[in-house]
Every structure is written in structure tokens, then in C-alpha cells.
């Protein structure tokens, strides 16, 4: 057992604090009682368990026609490889880690990009939601893959997190900053990163040169019952937060062939028109954005 590993005590501690918030309290029901088949069913697999869309252009020649018996199945693989290619370009943003390096994943749902992480880089990785319910399912599939000693997710607030100033070489959110006010978000990936470190974001955002968030916007906000923020947002908190942009990146063509191939398969939720409607019309904006701390 080295330094750089968690301790049998650590993997399993099973501590859960009370939301801070009324807020809080409703989006850890939210996520504790969620169990969507897009989420599961593509997670199945290859046991790989995201909560975030795809990016991507489709294979359409591995998809088959319609009428093949196996056409279903095929598009939910494809469905889950453009969201496990949205994983790779986030951590393709975290510049160099080496295997003694420690990543936080703030909001990391059932941890699919925390395994992913760590089989890229063989670093340590700290996960954090407000959702017992996903923080188990994560720990349970660590151990299952025999990582536990060095991938977890603990239940925590993640605007105040455990974790010592300056210990992470990186950090990054994906789809989870919408819960959270950005300045206290940023305030506190700057705290936990070491000076250099990167901060990595994926995200949906609404787009200033709109005007307002659209009606669309707010049906993901109801649906998710979430905050979307804006992209200025994003920018001015960052700054404000010691954290220098190193790039931005407009993802919003490469989520669209996702959301358009999702709203044919079985597993629609009802929310596929409102993100298709949103990208197109550019009201809602698909956005990678690399910070380094200074």
C-alpha cells in the first residue's frame, strides 16, 4: 500500500452529511431516485456508467438498417461509445497526469469518467455527489474492477469538498455545474487545485447573444431541475477565481448527431426536442472550457 492509495477504512467509509441546503436536499432525491434506462442500459455496455451525452459523428454503417433484429441494441452501443468519446475529449483536456497525481471529479454520477481516468493516466481519482444512491453504485463498481484502491466517490457537497488546498493536479465537472452558483463552484476547484493545475468543464450553456435563456432552456431546467448558467457566467468566474482559460471549445455540431440519434431509439425521455430545438435555433450553446490555476 502506498502513499498514494486510499486505506481499507477510506474505500469504505460510508459517512453521509446533510444537504446544506433545502436545495440540496432535493437534488440529492433527485439523483437518488433517478434510474433512467439511457443511463443504465447504456452503461451495460461495457460497464462504463455516464451521466452525460455524446459527441460525435455516427457510424452509421455499424448501425445497420431499422428492420435488423439487432438494430435496437446497436444504437444503444453507439449511443454509449459518442458519450464514452465525449469522456476522452475531457480528459484529453487535463494535460499531462502521471499515476501519482490525484483528479477530482466534482458531480460524478455512477463514476464511469473516473474509471476512465484512471485507466488512462493510473492516477488517483476523488469523485464527489450529493447522491448516496451513485456514490454507492460507483464504489460497488470500483471494487468490482478491483480499482477501489484508487478510484472513489464519496457523498459531499462540492462547493466544500474534504480535500486539502492545492491537492489536485486536476479537476473537472461534467454536466454538473448547472446545480451549483459558478463563483463558489470556481472558488473551490481553485482551492483543491495545486498551482498549475487544470480545471476542465463540459457543459450546456445558454448563450448571451440570445438575449435570455429560451423557452427550451427552461424545459431543461424543469426537467433537471437545474440552473443552466450562461457562457459569460462561466468566463467571469473563472477569472474572478484565479483560473485563466486555455481553451474554449464550441461542441455544439458534435452533440447534435447524439441527441438526433437518441430521439429515434427506445430510451427517449421526453427532453430530446428541447435540446435538438435549442442547438439548432442557437439559443443553448455545447461548451468545453480548460482553465489552468495561476
Not at 137 to 156: K, P, S, T
Not at 209 to 231: D, L, M, T
Amino acid at each position: 500500500m502506498t502513499s498514494t492509495e486510499f486505506t481499507t477504512a477510506d474505500a469504505t467509509s460510508t459517512f453521509v452529511p446533510s444537504p446544506a441546503t433545502p436545495y440540496q436536499g432535493d437534488i440529492a432525491r433527485y439523483w437518488n431516485n433517478e434510474a433512467r434506462p439511457v443511463n443504465l442500459r447504456l452503461g451495460d455496455v461495457d460497464g462504463l456508467y455516464h451521466h452525460h451525452y455524446g459527441i460525435g459523428a455516427v457510424d452509421h454503417a455499424a448501425l445497420g438498417t431499422p428492420e435488423d433484429s439487432e438494430y435496437e441494441k446497436k444504437l444503444i452501443a453507439e449511443l454509449h461509445r459518442l458519450e464514452s468519446a465525449q469522456a476522452e475529449v475531457l480528459l484529453d483536456h487535463l494535460g499531462p497526469i502521471g499515476p501519482d497525481d490525484t483528479l477530482m471529479d466534482a458531480g460524478c454520477g455512477r463514476g464511469g469518467s473516473m474509471v476512465m481516468a484512471h485507466q488512462r493516466f493510473g492516477c488517483k481519482v476523488e469523485g464527489v455527489t450529493l447522491s448516496a444512491k451513485q456514490a454507492d453504485f460507483a464504489n460497488r463498481r470500483a471494487g468490482e474492477l478491483d480499482i477501489d484502491n484508487r478510484v472513489r466517490a464519496r457523498v459531499c457537497n462540492m462547493l466544500d469538498t474534504p480535500f486539502e488546498t492545492g491537492q489536485m493536479a486536476g479537476s473537472w465537472n461534467n454536466e454538473s455545474s448547472m446545480y451549483v452558483d459558478l463563483h463558489d463552484l470556481m472558488a473551490e476547484h481553485s482551492r483543491v487545485l495545486a498551482t498549475g493545475g487544470r480545471y476542465v468543464t463540459i457543459t450546456g450553456c445558454w448563450n448571451p447573444k440570445y438575449g435570455q435563456p429560451s423557452k427550451w432552456v427552461s424545459q431543461i431546467n424543469a426537467h433537471f431541475e437545474c440552473n443552466i448558467h450562461s457562457r459569460r457566467e462561466y468566463l467571469r468566474a473563472m477569472a474572478d477565481n484565479r483560473l485563466v482559460p486555455n481553451a474554449v471549445v464550441d461542441l455544439t455540431e458534435a452533440t447534435l448527431p447524439y441527441w438526433e440519434l437518441r430521439a429515434t431509439s427506445s430510451l427517449v425521455t421526453g427532453i430530446e426536442e428541447a435540446f435538438i430545438e435549442s442547438y439548432k435555433d442557437g439559443s443553448f450553446q455545447y461548451l468545453l472550457i480548460a482553465a489552468d490555476r495561476v
